[in-house]
């Protein structure tokens, strides 16, 4: 039985596909194209300079090695953790769980504020090291050097390797290992031999996740690289907006945009055949609870670990940020309100709070307005069309937030659309970044809909509006909020494509945090660490409302 | 002494006892049935003897030597799991070479052990299948291949037949005698069917409850079961209580009762199991044997099982009782009035009510 006809399917269709014509694609064909034409001043094409220029392999390079290292060091640190949470029961282990996600949900320009508060020259580590054996200088010097960038990479993907490992390793027949020890391998032999060749699928796939992520990193190496260290990223960004070099810049982005596209198509095959034909054990038989002298050693380091690295930037973030000259003062939240003429900002920095809400709830909206439809056509009987669309709205996830933004800045700041001085540039960019997400969140709840609910509706003589507002709005309600609260804190966490698009007038939370860190001074770094704490208690407030909300358990990405 | 030795095992779970002073031996050759309901604790007693699992008290001992400090890698004990745990990541050959492959073997010697163990299990020519698309019973001889490929000392199966479907399993327990019997090994074998633990065993061990209620041969077990428990455990059915009488047998619901064997002093309760196939039918005014008791019933349902009839038989205080008669002797049909007679050969007297 039909209830929608097909044509009515298509329309739904119809919006969301204009929009992402329009704020996607139109941005990617103008730096496609502006990268193909030869600069005329210098008559040479920019595809030529970016190979035959050093700088541009080195950043290649370094881009590319970093992802590799950070990647390494995350799986060694995060392995032996995902190995407690597949094997162990133990007390505080979903609030644990969920603590060990809030990094990864955090801004990237948080997360390195967190890291400067920790181990800056002036951080947390040096202040007491100082204190304690009464140095002159602060002895971690690691700010503005490769080990802060990686260690920050590691603290924000670790979660990546915990889940999708740990939510396969956890399904793995414990039997499979006994067996193995039976047979003669020692602990070691059976982890190699089995444990390890059935874990590869999931560790290859969560490897190359956090490649991805560390491919395109922006926010952390740019405020914790400083100026030695440049990703791709970052180099466009430069080439755009200090040189003003935009054919570099977009040659820049076109590389950034097929690198990622690659990866990401390698990840979602990767995905599929990663379905092995293994007969999942319930959770149940594979997970016991620590007895035994070395159980609990290997539980309670772990745990420590995870706690102490995981928490201690979010813990002297907020430290610092109430750490004022005269003792503990809630001052830089003070300064934060007050219009202080030594302001770095046009505008008081209050104004960035108000200016994120707003484009963050503009951002909802649209998300919303596009996502729900979208996601609707998606959940229909399959058919080519759907098989077409659903990989193309997910688009938008696998091109870096640094490259939408600077397509917005090619493409978008001359007629028939001159939006570059209208403040309604930022939630635009904004609900592009969030627009598959809200798709993904609403999905799994539309196509859990039993047909025959509709069916009896219909049946009972209701219209097919009726329909969907009876039956698929109450059961999509709580997707919604899911949607609804990723794409808010989704917009209020944005570094990468705001650093473009916005105004200098109307600045976001992240924006100001970047200008503060980026000054000297006790008080602009007070008030980036008292912006930086709220904006981190509101993410991880908002992820922690997504947990509660979302429809299925989420254990992958 | 026997090649292994459990003694006085002890394990809890929080406070609840999974197994309770248990002692078990076994000869060299033999096979132990580990014989009970699930969670009475008998995969757990496996699992310690692997090393898997840890005792709270008692040891085991393989050949005289305790095994508490050597891990179960180094035990050469082979296992088979209920699900075969075979390795989904390597096809049937590696998967029964594994062992081997881990003791340093040359590839020559492990091609011809291979070869030799999947002809033992008759899987010849399986070699490269892919272990994920197999049938079951197919798993079940790989995973069998697998555990004796390296000739274990000790071969522990867990329900070996467990996971597979009823019609496979009793051709398939034939085909694991013969194997197990062929290559000889000392075998401790958990199951929860007693049919199968009869077919294999050469002793049984009834487990209840974390204690072992019963360790005797098959038939001994069958014949004279140890307690109520072992009795009900292996589906005896016709069990009525009594006491032992002054003069000469027992007093029960069903008038006196002259079971075989009766060395308990009078006025002790105890429990009587009627066989079911010890029960004979007479007609009125035959004359019976003083040591044999007569009763009168009604026939309340007759089942036919192919070779004999079962019938439930209430007595008339209102007792039922469950019988099997054979064909040939035309048994009545329900709601006609029988008499029966038990003669001693037809009771067993259980001491001791548990």
Redesign the interface.
């Known amino acids: 039985m039909k209830h929608i006809s097909s044509k009515s399917y298509a329309l739904l269709a119809a919006l969301p596909l204009v929009f992402l014509a329009i704020f996607y694609f139109y941005p990617l064909i103008k730096i496609l194209t502006v990268s193909l034409t030869l600069d005329e001043t210098l008559g040479f094409g920019s595809l030529k300079r970016l190979i035959t220029r050093g700088i541009y392999l080195r950043t290649l390079w370094f881009t590319t090695w970093q992802a590799v290292v950070s990647t390494i060091l995350t799986l060694l640190l995060a392995l032996p953790g995902t190995y407690v949470f597949a094997r162990y029961q133990f007390w505080g282990k979903a609030l644990l769980r969920s603590f060990t996600t809030v990094p990864f949900v955090l801004p990237t320009v948080v997360v390195a504020a967190a890291f400067h508060s920790l181990l800056g020259p002036g951080g947390l580590v040096n202040a007491g090291l100082m204190k304690w054996f009464h140095l002159t200088s602060p002895p971690v010097a690691i700010d503005q050097t490769i080990a802060l960038i990686l260690i920050a990479h590691v603290f924000y993907n670790y979660t990546v390797v915990l889940r999708i490992v740990g939510g396969y390793w956890s399904r793995l027949d414990p039997g499979l290992t006994e067996s193995a020890k039976m047979l003669g391998a020692s602990p070691g032999k059976a982890f190699f031999k089995v444990t390890l060749p059935l874990l590869s699928p999931a560790i290859l796939a969560a490897s190359l996740l956090v490649f991805i992520f560390c491919f395109s990193s922006f926010g952390v190496i740019l405020i914790l690289g400083g100026p030695r260290f440049a990703t791709i990223e970052v180099e466009i960004y430069r080439q755009a907006i200090h040189l003003l070099n935009l054919p570099m810049a977009a040659v820049l982005s076109l590389v950034q945009i097929l690198f990622t596209f690659a990866l990401m198509w390698v990840y979602t095959r990767l995905q599929r055949s990663r379905s092995m034909a293994l007969k999942p054990a319930s959770r149940a038989v594979t997970q016991k609870k620590a007895d035994g002298g070395i159980d609990r050693l290997i539980l309670a380091a772990n745990v420590s670990f995870m706690i102490l690295f995981l928490g201690l930037p979010m813990f002297s973030l907020m430290v610092q940020s109430v750490t004022t000259e005269t003792g503990v003062s809630l001052g830089f939240y003070k300064n934060l309100f007050e219009n202080a003429t030594e302001s770095v900002f046009f505008v008081p920095p209050a104004d960035a709070v108000f200016y994120s809400l707003g484009f963050a709830l503009a951002a909802l909206l649209i998300a919303l307005t596009l996502g729900v439809p979208a996601a609707v056509f998606l959940a229909g009987p399959a058919n080519r069309a759907r098989s077409l669309l659903d990989p193309l709205f997910m688009l938008p996830l696998s091109t870096s937030a640094v490259t939408l933004g600077f397509g917005f800045i090619l493409a978008l700041d001359k007629p028939p659309l001159n939006l570059r001085t209208s403040p309604i540039l930022v939630p635009l960019a904004h609900t592009l970044v969030a627009f598959p997400f809200v798709v993904r969140s609403l999905l799994p709840a539309l196509r859990s809909i039993p047909p025959k609910l509709k069916d009896a509706a219909a049946m009972m003589g209701a219209g097919p509006l009726k329909v969907w507002q009876t039956v698929d709005l109450p059961i999509l309600g709580r997707a919604l909020v899911v949607g609804a609260v990723f794409a808010f804190t989704i917009s209020l966490g944005e570094f990468g494509a705001t650093l473009f698009v916005a105004r200098p007038q109307t600045p976001t939370m992240p924006l100001a945090i970047y200008r503060f860190l980026g000054q000297p001074g006790a008080a602009n770094y007070g008030q980036a660490m008292a912006m930086s704490s709220i904006l981190m208690l509101v993410s991880a407030a908002g992820f922690m409302l997504m947990e509660k909300f979302r429809v299925t358990q989420g254990e992958e990405f | 002494m026997g090649l292994l030795d459990v003694v006085d095992i002890k394990r809890d779970f929080n406070g609840v006892f999974a197994l309770d002073s248990v002692n078990l031996s076994l000869e060299a050759g033999n096979l132990l049935c580990l014989l009970g309901p699930s969670g009475c604790g008998k995969t757990t007693l496996l699992r310690i003897i ?1 090393g ?1 699992e ?1 005792t709270d008290t008692g040891i085991v001992k393989f050949d005289g030597r305790d095994l508490s400090r050597i ?4 035990r ?4 088979m ?1 209920q ?1 075969f ?5 390597k096809n049937v050959y590696d998967n029964v070479a ?2 081997l492959q ?2 340093k073997e040359s590839p020559k010697r492990v091609r011809r052990r291979v070869m030799q163990m999947l002809h033992l299990v008759g899987l010849e020519g399986f070699e490269m299948r892919d272990v ?1 698309r197999l049938s079951g019973g197919e798993c079940q001889r790989v995973a069998l291949a ?2 004796l490929a ?1 000739e274990p000392r000790l071969l522990m199966l867990d329900e070996p037949l467990g996971s597979l479907d009823r019609a496979l399993r009793e051709r398939l327990l034939v085909d694991l005698y013969r194997i197990i019997k062929q290559v000889g090994v000392t075998t401790l074998y958990v199951t929860h069917d007693h049919a199968e633990a009869f077919t294999v065993a050469d002793v049984i061990a009834v487990m209840n409850n974390g204690r072992v209620a019963q360790v005797d041969k098959p038939e001994t077990l069958y014949r004279q079961p140890a307690n109520e428990y072992v009795a009900r455990f292996l589906g005896f059915r016709n069990l009525v209580e009594g006491v032992v009488a002054e003069s000469n047998g027992i007093n029960s619901v069903l008038g006196r009762l002259y079971p075989q064997k009766i060395q308990v002093s009078p006025g002790t309760r105890v429990t009587v199991l009627i066989r079911p196939e010890g029960a004979r039918i007479i007609d009125a005014g035959q004359a019976v044997d003083p040591k044999e008791t007569t009763i009168l019933g009604t026939v309340k349902e007759r089942l036919f099982k192919g070779g004999h009839v079962n019938l439930t038989v209430q007595t008339e205080p209102g007792f039922l009782l469950n019988f099997d008669f054979s064909l040939d002797l035309l048994p009545p049909s329900t709601g006609q009035n029988i008499r029966l007679v038990l003669g001693p050969s037809a009771m067993v007297l259980i001491p001791g009510t548990e």
């Open positions: 692997a898997l840890k891990s179960p890698h180094r050469a004990f082979g296992m799991f699900d745990s075979l390795f989904p990541h594994f062992a881990l003791k994920n697998r555990s390296s």
